[in-house]
């Protein structure tokens, strides 16, 4: 027979078993359980800059989430990603704003993402997040 402290214990034990476990992860936090990475960096730049380099496995991801703003006549920019061993890249457009591209299905390597706009002396600047399956 239990007394009332170890009878206490074990209601309380089943208690917390049986209580879901929710938890809040972060973008990073959540790439980062999924087998992947998360990166946070800011751009500023009129024709070309180049992000820092990171691994993605085969069959991965590279997520670039952007917060970006510029003068009106900059509407959209070049983003790149490029194999850093093989030189192969892929291009798209991303508006400029709060826009999300992806690229999926990815050949395995180390991978930097280009940045490019026209050389026009009109600046793309603010947040990016890049989130990828390592």
Do not use: C
Request: charged residues 20%; hydrophobic residues 30%.
């Amino acid at each position: 027979m239990l007394n009332t402290k170890e009878h206490f214990n074990q209601l309380e034990m089943e208690t917390i078993q049986q209580e879901p476990l929710f938890t809040e992860l972060t973008p990073e936090a959540a790439a980062v359980v999924e087998g992947g990475g998360s990166f946070k960096s800011t751009v500023n730049f009129d024709t070309f800059l180049t992000s820092r380099s990171f691994n993605v496995r085969s069959g991965g991801t590279i997520k670039l989430i952007t917060d970006t703003k510029s003068a009106r006549s900059n509407q959209s920019f070049g983003v790149i990603i490029r194999n850093v061993n093989t030189n192969n890249s892929n291009g798209k457009l991303a508006s400029v704003g709060k826009d999300t591209t992806t690229w999926t299905n990815i050949r395995g390597g180390k991978y930097v993402i280009d940045f490019r706009d026209d050389k026009d002396g009109v600046f793309v600047t603010g947040n990016i997040r890049v989130d990828y399956t390592s």
